[in-house]
Every structure is written in C-alpha cells, then in structure tokens.
C-alpha cells in the first residue's frame, strides 16, 4: 500500500510558502522606495551670501577698523618718510651749496691773494753790472723776492758785518779792550764810515782762521776771509774776500729777529748810524729808518741792510760785480730799494 502524506505536514509547507512570498514583496518594495529617493535632484549651490549675523557683522566692522588704521599708519609712514628724505634731501642739498660755497669762498680768497702778490721790476738793476744777486724779504707777510742764484762772491767792505757778529759773540761783547779801546769804538767806524784800519785791526787781533771757523758754524758757508782789507784802487791780485747772497739774507734776519737781545740789538744800533748814504738809502724818505753796511771795490758795489719802515719792515740784499759804470749801478741799486718800500 502506498505512503500517504500526513495533512499537518502539507500545512506547514503552505505556510512556508506564504512566508517567502511576503519576504519578496517586502524586500521588492524597499527597493524601489529606496531607488526613488536616492534619484531625487541635488539642491543647486547657493550663490547669495548669507546674511551676516550681529557677531559676524561685529568681527567684519573691527576687521574693516583695523584695515583703515594700518592705511592710515601706512599713510603716515610713508608721509613721515618722504617728509624725512625731502628734509634730508634739503640738508644733503644745503650742505652741498655750503661745501661749494665755501670752495668758491676759498677759491676767491687764493684768486685775491695771487692778484696782491705784486712784483719788483728789476730789469734796470740786473742791467746795471755784469753779474746781479739781489733780494728782498718782507717780514709781516713772509714774502720774498730773489733773483735765486746765490752763489759765492766778492765781499767788499760787507765782510765786516761777519766780523761785528763775531766780536760782539765774544766774552765781554763789546766791553772787549783791543790795543786800549774798547770794541765798539772799533766796530763803529769799520761799520759806518768802511775804516780798513779798523777792520785791519780786529783781523789782527782775532786771526782769520778763527774767524772763519765760526762763519761755517754758523751756517754762513760761502763767507770766507783770505785777506786784509786794502784801499778801494789797489787792484787784488791775491785770494779774496767772499760772502753769497744767501748768507748776507741770513744774517740780516737773525739780527733783525733778535733786534731786542743783545749782541743784535747793538748791531743795529751801529748799523743805523751808517753815512754812506749812496745806494739803499739814496732815494728814500729821510724819516725811514735804514741799518746797513755798503761795499765798493774795483768793479764791485754792493749794499745790504734792513729798511725798517713801520708798516711793512724789509731785509734787502744788492751785490753786484762786472761794474763798468758806479753812477748807474748805484742808482739802479736805490731805485729798487726805493720801489721795494713801495710794495704793498
């Protein structure tokens, strides 16, 4: 006989079958629910900005402040710092106008110093002989005028000025006792009236050897005694007597830079009594003071000294050789001492 089903059974498989059935249509209907949503237009982005609220609002008000003052501060600044260039760009331009100004100042005032340096015409004097040393030296303002060529010459009678300053440099000045006298009643007619027996006499009595040894120690190189002094007409046929230009100027200004100490101040003095007026103090004024010592020899006139007149005082030195005329060349020699006093 066959197998037969039990009724129970063939129910809970009806069941079952319902159940899946139910679990299809609820998963199905899910599905779609969730397909349409998901399907749905995406919001488009806003563009409008959103209303500020009262603390953005307040951020964005401080923010702006803070903005205005730092343009304004920037403003400042930048007024402030072109205010300081224009203001230094001012001082850079006046110190710039004063440096020039005073460059030009300077300029005028060497321009003005060149136009009053004046000149001595010396074209009669450098005529007058053969040979020419002259030169002037003015002792405010320090200049001088010099023909340059110094070199050793014949001394004439101005040797005997480099013998004053050796006596008088000796113990005793000129208090010395020589053959009964004292040394001044030797050294002024030797000095003011060119006495060769006077000069004789202290050659003599101090030896050229010793004479000579102090006018090299004394930085007057070129000035030399070789001989004794002989009358103006004897023609000199032995070694001579010699002195240079420079060493005359030299003299000249130690004595008239010591003029307040002794022995120069009593150099002076006998040189201001000089009488032989024929050169240097030929054409001046007879109030100008002049201190000094004339010289003559065969073809030689010289003349050297100190014209100390009040406003521009001057040490002058003139000697000459190659003589062919003594009139002319004394009258050059007073000419240009004349035109010295005139230079301002």
């Known amino acids: ?36 949503f998901n399907n749905s237009p995406e919001k488009p982005k806003e563009t409008v900005t959103a209303k500020d609220t009262p603390s953005s609002s307040r951020e964005k008000t401080a923010a702006s402040s803070k903005k205005k003052a730092a343009k304004k501060t920037t403003t400042s600044s930048t007024k402030k710092a ?26 005028e005032k060497k321009s003005s110093t060149k136009a009053k340096k004046k000149n001595l015409d010396v074209t009669a004097l450098t005529q007058s002989a053969g040979k020419v040393y002259y030169d002037v030296y003015y002792f ?60 004789n006499v202290l050659i003599d009595h101090y030896g050229m050897d010793k004479l000579n040894e102090y006018f090299k120690a004394q930085g007057y190189p070129d000035t030399q005694i070789n001989r004794r002094m002989v009358d103006i007409n004897v023609r000199i046929t032995e070694d001579d007597n010699y002195t240079s230009l420079n060493d005359c100027m030299k003299l000249l200004k130690k004595i008239y830079d010591n003029r307040e100490k002794e022995p120069q101040k009593n150099m002076l003095e006998i040189l201001k009594g000089q009488v ?29 000294g100190l014209v100390l007149t009040e406003d521009n005082p001057f040490a002058i030195v003139v000697l000459t050789k190659e003589v062919t005329d003594i009139v002319k060349t004394r009258t050059a020699i007073a000419d240009f001492s004349l035109a010295a006093t005139k230079l301002k």
């Open 140 to 199: 405010k303002d320090k200049q001088d005028f010099s023909s340059k060529n110094s070199e050793q010459t014949v001394a004439a009678n101005v040797i005997e000025l480099f013998i004053m300053d050796y006596a008088l440099a000796q113990n005793d000045g000129g208090n010395q006792m020589i053959q009964d006298k004292k040394l001044t009643e030797w050294l002024t007619p030797m000095i003011q009236q060119n006495d060769i027996n006077a000069t």
């Open 276 to 304: 032989i007026r024929t050169k240097i103090p030929q054409k001046l004024p007879e109030n100008t003071a002049v201190a000094n010592i004339t010289g003559e020899q065969q073809n030689v006139e010289n003349d050297i």
């Open 1 to 36: 006989m066959g197998k037969h089903t039990d009724p129970n059974e063939k129910s809970k498989g009806k069941y079952v079958v319902i159940g899946l059935a139910a679990l299809l249509l609820a998963g199905g209907a899910y599905f779609g629910v969730t397909r349409v």
């Open 82 to 107: 072109k205010k300081k260039k224009t203001t230094e760009s001012s001082k850079k331009k006046k110190t710039k106008e004063s440096s020039t100004s005073k460059k030009q100042e300077s300029s």
